[in-house]
T-cell receptor
């Protein structure tokens, strides 16, 4: 079984540019989550999709961040325009039925650097 | 502000010893508790979860939960050099959706041969 895959693995952009991160969850997993880790800080929740619907977007930092999951399969997270403080590692995770058996499976992350 | 606190370490133990990792959390409503292992540059990997007070054992790993004290720990018996990694404690945000986890910053464990 393929795990959660994320593209790209690294991205370096200039302040003010746009970046789109992609996540392919484990096949059949309805729940998809985005997290990020800013340098020196803990991993923080951004949002949760159930299929194509946003279940919880309480962690999205501001309206420069837009997440979509058209068709309930892969998801994209767009940052427009990017700011320096957006630098960090963005993780995607998926699960079949939420917190219970199995819990979250994480991808390897996208390391975003905004210069 | 809901928080999960962990000693950042590094925690250094000799091979074969017991490693004890601790975590406290602020959200008294949290119901689910997780331990993830993260090797440098890799994704977090779930190694244990616990929902009820007491101990839960899985191989060399034992998770312990005390909700009254808002404390969760992970014991690793017969520690191996391959256990050297950062261990992340996470609890569910009771006010959020399932999978809305609050993470600690992690404890770096080093097992010396």
């Amino acid at each position: 079984e393929a795990g959660v895959t994320q593209f790209p693995s690294h991205s370096v952009i200039e302040k003010g540019q746009t970046v789109t991160l992609r996540c392919d969850p484990i096949s059949g997993h309805d729940n998809l989550y985005w997290y990020r880790r800013v340098m020196g800080k803990e991993i923080k929740f951004l949002l949760h999709f159930v299929k194509e619907s946003k279940q919880d977007e309480s962690g999205m930092p501001n309206n420069r961040f837009l997440a979509e999951r058209t068709g309930g399969t892969y998801s994209t997270l767009k940052v427009q325009p990017a700011e320096l403080e957006d630098s960090g590692v963005y993780f995607c995770a998926s699960s079949q039925d939420g917190l219970h058996n199995p819990p979250l499976h994480f991808g390897n992350g996208t390391r975003l650097t905004v210069t | 502000q809901k928080e999960v606190e962990q000693n950042s370490g590094p925690l250094s133990v000799p091979e074969g010893a017991i490693a004890s990792l601790n975590c406290t959390y602020s959200d008294r409503g949290s119901q689910s508790f997780f331990w993830y292992r993260q090797y440098s540059g890799k994704s977090p990997e779930l190694i244990m979860f616990i929902y009820s007070n007491g101990d839960k054992e899985d191989g060399r790993f034992t998770a312990q939960l005390n909700k009254a004290s808002q404390y969760v720990s992970l014991l690793i018996r017969d520690s191996q050099p391959s256990d050297s990694a950062t261990y992340l404690c996470a609890v569910n945000d009771y006010g959020g959706s399932q999978g809305n986890l609050i993470f600690g910053k992690g404890t770096k464990l080093s097992v010396k041969p």
